[in-house]
């Protein structure tokens, strides 16, 4: 079994570095696919630890969720679904996205902190 502190840190290794590769597709305003590739990957694993970790906590899928433990998920598909749909279909927008990317980073870490 995998412990809490390994799932704990590949959560936040993969949040970080996903942000990171958001941010580089934002700064260089191409469609560059190795960038989105590495984005897919480490949103894949941002999703695996999170869940690992809801599962460290005793959350199971058979109860209801946490409101905290939703809103990271739906913020979660936001960044990796939304994201990526508008960098291909309006990249014109993908340059104001900056003050956007960053609220729901924040939403999502006041989530995980303060757990509402």
């Keep these: 079994m995998i412990s809490y502190e390994i799932y704990k840190t590949l959560h936040l290794f993969s949040v970080i570095f996903f942000i990171a590769t958001l941010a580089l597709q934002i700064y260089l305003n191409q469609k560059h696919k190795k960038i989105a590739i590495y984005s897919g990957i480490l949103s894949f694993l ?3 630890g999170g869940f690992g970790l809801l599962a460290r906590i005793g959350i199971s899928h058979r109860e209801g969720w946490p409101l905290w433990a939703v809103l990271k998920l739906v913020i979660w598909l936001i960044l990796a ?10 990249p ?3 340059s104001k996205l ?4 960053s609220l729901l980073v924040l939403a999502a870490v006041y989530s995980a902190v303060f757990k509402p």
């Excluded at 679904?81 to 309006?90: A, Y």
């Excluded at 900056?98 to 990317?101: C, I, Q, S, T």
């Design 81 to 90: 679904i939304g994201f990526p749909i508008t960098l291909k279909r309006k």
């Design 46 to 48: 941002v999703l695996l």
């Design 92 to 94: 014109s927008l993908v």
């Design 98 to 101: 900056w003050v956007p990317l």
